[in-house]
C-alpha cells in the first residue's frame, strides 16, 4: 500500500487533495497538521474522510513546519486519537506522552537526516518497545549499501516496520520495502512538493513503478547512473514489463563512481537479475565482468548487464547494435545487400555512444570521419577502428552520405542549438540524432526541412531498450509500448507538469 503525504497550509484545500488522491486509488493517506497554517480542526479534517488517515504534526527540529509549542502539539495529537484518527505517529521522544487509546493504531517514528545508523535493528527494536503498532524509521543514505541495510531491518523488524532511506541514493527502498514485509510506503501528492528528500509521487509510485505489485517474487532490474534523475529506462521497462504481462520490476539506482564495486557485491543480496548501464559507469564496470560480449569488449563499453543464474555476470552493448539497427531501416538503405559500404560517414562526437557508432559503421564497410571539440580523443578513436579525424571545424570539408550526432548538443534545455548548420544539409543526406530529449532537435527539424532522411535518438533509444529487454527476460519487447511511453515522457508539455 503506499500512504500519501498531504501537506496544505488550509483545510479545504487538505480535504480536497484527501479527496482527489481516493479518486486516483490512493488507500491512505498522512495529513501533515504542521503544514495548517490556522488553528488545527482535526474533527474537520477527519469528518466523512474518505479514506483511513496518519495523523501527523512534525516539529521544526524534524523538518517539520510545526512552530508553536510542544504542548500544543501533544494536545493536539491527543485530540487526533480522541477524534478516531486511523493512525497517529508519534516520534521516540513522546511516544510515552501519549497513551494508546481507542482504536487508533500508534506508528513509533524516527527520522535522521544526516545519516543511516549502524544499529538498525537495535534502533526497530527500541522504537516497537515503545507499545508501537507499526515502526518507521527514515534515515539519509550515503551508500547504496545503506538500501540493504535498512531493507534487511524491516524483514527482521519485530513488529510491521516501514523502512524508507532518504535522498536519491534510497530510492530503492521507497519501493522495495514492502517487498521486505513494510505495510505501506510513502509517497508524495506531486513531485514538486516533495516533504522528504528523494520522495517519489503517487503518480510516479502507482503508475511508473507499479508498487503494489512488487512482491518477494517479482524478479528485479535496474539502471546504474550518476547522476540518475535524468533516467527515461524505468518507464519504458516497467511499462513494457506490464505489457508483457511479466512480473519484474525496474529501478533507479543511482551508484556514485566510487560504489560501483561495493554495489555488486550486493547485487545478489537485492536480488538483481539485470541491469542497465549509463554515465558513469559504461567502461568501469568492465573489470566486474566475468564475460563480455564480443563488441562490447572491442568498443570498450557496456550499457547491459545479465547477473545468469550460473552467476556469470555478462556485459553487452546494445547501443552499437540499436544504432545500426535504426540506421539500416532508413528507406533506401532497408533491404539493401551491404548498404553502408563505401558511404561516406561523419560522426560528431568521441564518447561512449560516438564509439559504438563508429565501430559499427566501420564494420558495416562505411568510410568514417570523426569530429570532435578535442581532436586527440577523435584521432584516439579513429586509430582504433580505422577511421579518419578531423578537427571540429572541418566537420563540413566534404560532401557526406550520413551524418551522426553523437554529442549532446541540441539535448533539452540547449534545442536552439544543433552541430551542423542547416546550409550543410543535402537533399537525400542521411541524418541521425542520437540525442532523444527531444526527439526533434533543432537538426532533426532542419534535416527533415531539407528533406535528407531522419533517424532519431528515440528510435536508437527504444531499440536498445528492446534489446536489453530481451537480454534480461528471452522474450521480444513490446516495442510500440516502450516507444508511446518514451514519447510521451520526452513530450515538451510533459517535461512542464513534471519536471
Ligand atoms: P560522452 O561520452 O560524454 O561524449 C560526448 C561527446 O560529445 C564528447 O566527444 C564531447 O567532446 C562531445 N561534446 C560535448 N559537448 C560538445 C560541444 N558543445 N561541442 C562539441 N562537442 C561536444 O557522452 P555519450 O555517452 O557519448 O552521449 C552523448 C549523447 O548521446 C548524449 O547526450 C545523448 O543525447 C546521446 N545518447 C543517445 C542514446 C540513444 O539511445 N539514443 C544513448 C546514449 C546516449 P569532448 O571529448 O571534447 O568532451
Not at 464 to 484: E, I, N, S
Request: charged share 25%; proline share 5%.
Amino acid at each position: 500500500m503506499i500512504c500519501v503525504s498531504i501537506a496544505r497550509g488550509r483545510h479545504r484545500y487538505m480535504m480536497a487533495e484527501h479527496r482527489h488522491l481516493v479518486e486516483q486509488g490512493a488507500e491512505l493517506v498522512e495529513l501533515r497538521l504542521d503544514y495548517i497554517r490556522r488553528a488545527v480542526n482535526v474533527k474537520r479534517l477527519l469528518n466523512n474522510r474518505p479514506s483511513p488517515i496518519i495523523a501527523t504534526c512534525r516539529r521544526e527540529r524534524d523538518h517539520g513546519k510545526w512552530t508553536k509549542s510542544e504542548r500544543e502539539r501533544l494536545m493536539l495529537l491527543r485530540a487526533a486519537i480522541a477524534d478516531g484518527a486511523d493512525y497517529v505517529d508519534l516520534e521516540e521522544d513522546i511516544a510515552d506522552q501519549i497513551p494508546r487509546y481507542g482504536q487508533t493504531k500508534r506508528i513509533i517514528s524516527y527520522h535522521n537526516f544526516e545519516e543511516t545508523p549502524d544499529d538498525l535493528l537495535g534502533l526497530a527494536n527500541r522504537l516497537a518497545s515503545l507499545d508501537a503498532d507499526i515502526v518507521k524509521i527514515a534515515t539519509m543514505a550515503h551508500d547504496p549499501h545503506d538500501n540493504i541495510r535498512m531493507l534487511d531491518m524491516v524483514k527482521r523488524a519485530p513488529v510491521p516496520t516501514v523502512g524508507i532511506c532518504m535522498g536519491e541514493l534510497g530510492t530503492p527502498t521507497r519501493l522495495l520495502t514492502g517487498r521486505y514485509g513494510a505495510p505501506f510506503s510513502y509517497a508524495t501528492f506531486h513531485s514538486e512538493r516533495t516533504l522528504a528528500p528523494g520522495q517519489l509521487s503517487f503518480h510516479e509510485m502507482k503508475e511508473v513503478y507499479d508498487y503494489d505489485r512488487i512482491g518477494p517474487q517479482t524478479s528485479l532490474y535496474g539502471v546504474i547512473a550518476d547522476p540518475i534523475g535524468h533516467s527515461y529506462s524505468p518507464r519504458i521497462h516497467n511499462a513494457a514489463f506490464r505489457a508483457a504481462g511479466i512480473d519484474a520490476a525496474y529501478l533507479p539506482f543511482r551508484v556514485p563512481r566510487h560504489f560501483l564495486s561495493s554495489f555488486f557485491d550486493d547485487v545478489p543480496a537485492l536480488g538483481v537479475r539485470g541491469l542497465s548501464v549509463t554515465i558513469p559507469h559504461k567502461e568501469s564496470v568492465l573489470r566486474l565482468l566475468t564475460k563480455v560480449d564480443k563488441a562490447a569488449d572491442k568498443i570498450g563499453a557496456v550499457n547491459t548487464v545479465v547477473f545468469q543464474d550460473d552467476g556469470q555476470i555478462v556485459g553487452y552493448n546494445t547501443d552499437q547494435k540499436a544504432a545500426m539497427a535504426s540506421l539500416l531501416a532508413t528507406p533506401g538503405l532497408k533491404g539493401r545487400e551491404a548498404p553502408l559500404e563505401g558511404q561516406q560517414a561523419l560522426v560528431l562526437g568521441a564518447g561512449g555512444v560516438a564509439r559504438a557508432i563508429v565501430y559499427g559503421l566501420v564494420r558495416h564497410g562505411a568510410q568514417v570521419t570523426i569530429a570532435s571539440r578535442t581532436l586527440a580523443r577523435a584521432e584516439d578513436l579513429a586509430e582504433q577502428f580505422n577511421a579518419k579525424a578531423v578537427t571540429w571545424a572541418e566537420r563540413y570539408g566534404r560532401r557526406w552520405d550520413i551524418v551522426i550526432n553523437g554529442t549532446p548538443i541540441g539535448m533539452h534545455p540547449n534545442v536552439e542549438e544543433t552541430p551542423y548548420e542547416k546550409q550543410y544539409l543535402r537533399r537525400g543526406m542521411i541524418v541521425f540524432d542520437t540525442v532523444y530529449n527531444p526527439e526533434n532537435t533543432l537538426l532533426i527539424k532542419e534535416a527533415r526541412a531539407k528533406e535528407c532522411r531522419v533517424v532519431t535518438g528515440i528510435d536508437m533509444f527504444v531499440r536498445q531498450a528492446a534489446l536489453q529487454f530481451k537480454l534480461f527476460t528471452g522474450q521480444d519487447a513490446p516495442r510500440d509500448v516502450m516507444r508511446d511511453e518514451m514519447r510521451q515522457a520526452t513530450s515538451p508539455a510533459r517535461r512542464r507538469s513534471v519536471g
